[in-house]
């Protein structure tokens, strides 16, 4: 590499209703080439869910909180506004349906789209079609329906089209160092995963009552076999925060951290054994300790 060399990095969410194939279009992007280290101190609040290098360009795959169409009375203005401010930092959007099928769920998706950043059409499941032409009245019908910076038939499962999908995110993907190093997922990285999930649920489960300066430390990650024995702590700045999170009879902290041991499992693939601790923080911004904890060396 030149020091003349110009390098792009970018953060992409995938949205959809469940069931579309965005998972298995993430996994087929990334392919082995997953990477994900420590993070910078600007690095956004999204889960990041995969990361592409290639050559100059750096795909980041975020996942987007509140794209959950399940949970559809929760979305209520404030679940809205949570959405918006979620695709406030990502430089392109990809809405993902599936080849032909266009119901309310990907209508409700599909009303939560950002007027102001590009948004990508993708149509998965080309596979499925006997005939590739039957893709041309379903497209005439839905680009009718909104603007798209492009639009991109793919068989996520069979992994066709993938690269014509990532030259058309591309040109939207901004000058900029690369955010990730190019290597192996470490312990120190599942730390840092695990981290991101457990405050992914803080937020879900609370939704706007807590502030954005809750934090979330992994106090020890210890790999014993197969299990991994994880300690994480949710830093509050108030004594009432701490209580809002822990709910009545400990019911919303159990769940909270029930629900993040079902995400690290699933992504560690391994079992996990997560404690959750509740702490009022007192002067942490002052400590290089805890800084360096909370990855801010
Ligand atoms: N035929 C075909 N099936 C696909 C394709 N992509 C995904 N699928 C299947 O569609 C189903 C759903 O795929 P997922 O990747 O789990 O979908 P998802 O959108 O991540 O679903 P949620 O996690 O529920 O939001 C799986 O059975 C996939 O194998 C494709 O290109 N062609």
Known sequence: MTESQVFHSGFIAIVGRPNVGKSTLLNHLIGQ????TSRKAQTTRHRITGILTEADTQFVFVDTPGFQTQHTNALNRGMNRVVTNSLREVNVVLFVLEARQFDERDQQVMGLLPQDRPVILVINKADLLADKSELLPFIE???ALRHFAAIVPVSARQGK???TLLEAIRPYIPEGEHLYAEDEITDRNERFLAAELLREKVFRFTGEELPYSVSVVIEQFKL???LRRIHAAILVDK???KAMLIGSKGEKLKEIATQARLDMEKLFDGKVFL????KVRSGWADSAHMLKTLGYE
Do not use: C, N, P, R
């Not at 404690?275 to 509740?278: D, G, I, L, R, S």
């Open 33 to 36: 080439k997953i990477s994900i």
């Open 224 to 226: 014993e076999g197969k």
């Open 161 to 163: 089209q993938l690269d």
């Open 275 to 278: 404690e959750v601790f509740v």
């Open 141 to 143: 019908k839905i680009s």
């Open 239 to 241: 004594e009432a925060h």
